[in-house]
């Protein structure tokens, strides 16, 4: 038993001229994941027999972005996913038209779900048709009711840290395997299976992939705070943790995922801080120049002493006296660091430092293109040899006459620019 296309079965048949009963399915709200298809018969069709019995010749119309499924005595036998309009025809083998749009594996599943029945033109007692929403589903909401771990790794601070983070934010799901999704999860439903009934279930199971999945992302270099910029791959890392309960098991997956809103409880952000802070004092001028502003900030307070400037200032000699040793080595370890940063690199013996501050061997800047500046006291021949006497060694042409100078496009100009090619005096 299978599906004929309708347009290449109408010559031949006697539904050619008109179908007097058809299986079809109403536009598919966002929130409905399966449905069985209705049944229409006209005011004069004589096929007014069970509703679970498709008769045979049958019209089904498939729309886009639906797959229909035929069901048989609670079996899986035929399948469409590809728009059109069909004939059921129990003479003939499978169809399975999947369009292209589903998974690859999708027969596979299908044979694997049991064995094609056949009844040699015996009507079977109960037949039904299911169509299911294969567009993507959005809207579907998650927030963490209490915090989760994240690893913070910041290594110019040398963190390595776990915080609480509270999330929230929307995603979106779509059935990429209805055969699984049929057999696993609604079965043969009465009426519409909608994504209400697995909501509960999904939100348990998406805070629970959380964990795993942040770590993940934790270890590709990503802060908490530069999620929502990075959602596709805490989406494709989702799709990874969940890949056994969703994918493999109920035929569906995570198309996108949106995070409105993450943040780290108050305390742990003040803890981040406070080692970030700590971190840059380990350099020893930004130490010194911190030290410096401290030490302005007190001069400042002792001068507004209530009890007096002479007041304020004693004690804040107190505290200088104290805090001496530490200026002390503070300043030592910037000039530590300073003699151990590496020297600029000097000129090879043949080579020229361009304005840019590139060192160059060649004619031309590597950096930004600029031209070898000429020595002092040469001069550019017409024929483009530079020279430091008084005639070219590869012409023998004779030096200018002073004030006179020879572009390197072979111009004699006097004024500071080449009147040929606007380049400056070397």
Known sequence: MGLIRAALSAAGSVMADQWKEFFVCEALPSNVMAVRGQKKTSSGSSNRGNDNVITNGSGIVVADGQCMVIIDNGEVVDFCAE??????????????????????????????????FTYGGEIPKDQRVYYFNTKEMPGQKYGTPNPVPFRVVDQRANIDI???????????????????????????????????????????????????????????????SALPGHA???????????????RD????????????????????EKTIKELQKAATFTNGAMGMAYMTAATGSAMQAAANNAGGAAVGFMGMN?????????????????????QAAPAPAAAPADGWTCSCGAVNTGKFCTECGQPKPAPAGTWTCSCGTVN?????????????ASGEWTCSCGAVNTGKFCTECGKPRQ
């Open 162 to 224: 776990d915080v609480n983070v509270s999330c929230f934010g929307e995603y979106s799901i779509k059935i990429t395997n209805p055969l699984l999704f049929y057999k696993n999860v609604c079965g043969n439903v009465t009426e519409a299976y909608t994504i209400e009934n697995l909501a509960g279930q999904m939100k348990t199971e998406l805070l629970t992939a959380l964990q795993p999945a942040f770590a993940q992302i934790s270890d590709m270099g990503i802060r908490y």
């Open 318 to 338: 107190v505290a200088q006296g104290a805090g001496a040793g530490m200026y002390q080595t503070m300043a030592g370890v910037a000039q530590q660091q300073a």
């Open 249 to 268: 098991l109920r035929g569906y997956e995570i198309v996108s995922f949106g995070v409105s809103s993450i943040r780290a409880t108050e305390e742990d």
């Open 388 to 400: 430091t006497g008084k005639f070219c060694t590869e012409c023998g042409q004779p030096r200018p």
């Open 83 to 116: 728009p059109g309009q069909y004939t059921y025809d129990m003479s003939s083998e499978p169809s399975l038209f999947d369009g292209g749009k589903l998974s690859a594996n999708i027969k596979a599943v299908f044979q694997n779900i049991g064995k094609r």
């Open 232 to 246: 596709d791959d805490l989406g494709k890392v989702l799709n990874e943790v969940l890949s056994n309960q969703w």
